[in-house]
C-alpha cells in the first residue's frame, strides 16, 4: 500500500516555527518530485514548496526566504521547516508526490486522484 503521512502541524503565534514531516510507505521518493501543498478556506490549492525529481526546489513566492523544504537521504521523509510563520500562511498542509499535473485553479480535494497524497496537517498561526 502506498501512503503518505503528514505530522507536525498544531497552532504557533506569528513568527514562531514549525516543522512538518511526511513520511512515505510503500514507496520511496527516489527518482520523483515531493513537495508540500495547502489549502486554505476559499482558495485555490497552493504550491507551497517542492523538490523536484533532479534536486532543484521550487516555492511560492508568498514563503520564499521563510520556509524550506528537504528530504532525508533515503528518500523516504520530507520536512518543511516553516520559520517566521504568518497568520496567512494558516491551512492545511498536505504532502504529496509524482504528480504530474499543475496544482492550480482548484481546491487540493480535486488533484489528489494524481500522483499520491498524505490526509494533511492542519497548520493554524494566531496573531
Known amino acids: 500500500e502506498v501512503k503518505l503521512v503528514e505530522s507536525g502541524g498544531g497552532s504557533v503565534t506569528a513568527g514562531g516555527s514549525l516543522r512538518l514531516s511526511c513520511t512515505a510507505s510503500?514507496?520511496?521518493?527516489?527518482?520523483?518530485?515531493v513537495g508540500w501543498y495547502r489549502q486554505a478556506p476559499h482558495n485555490a490549492c497552493e504550491l507551497v514548496a517542492r523538490?523536484?525529481?533532479?534536486?532543484?526546489?521550487k516555492y511560492a513566492d508568498s514563503v520564499k526566504g521563510r520556509f524550506t523544504i528537504s528530504q532525508d537521504n533515503a528518500k523516504t521523509t520530507a520536512s518543511l521547516q516553516m520559520n517566521s510563520l504568518k497568520t496567512e500562511d494558516t491551512a492545511r498542509y498536505f504532502c504529496?508526490?509524482?504528480?504530474?499535473?499543475?496544482?492550480?485553479?482548484?481546491?487540493?480535494?480535486?488533484?489528489?486522484?494524481?500522483?499520491?497524497w498524505g490526509q494533511g496537517t492542519q497548520v493554524t498561526v494566531s496573531s
Open positions: 523538490v523536484n525529481s533532479d534536486g532543484t526546489t
Open positions: 510503500g514507496f520511496t521518493f527516489d527518482g520523483t518530485d
Open positions: 504529496a508526490a509524482d504528480i504530474s499535473v499543475d496544482v492550480i485553479g482548484r481546491i487540493c480535494s480535486a488533484f489528489q486522484i494524481f500522483g499520491h
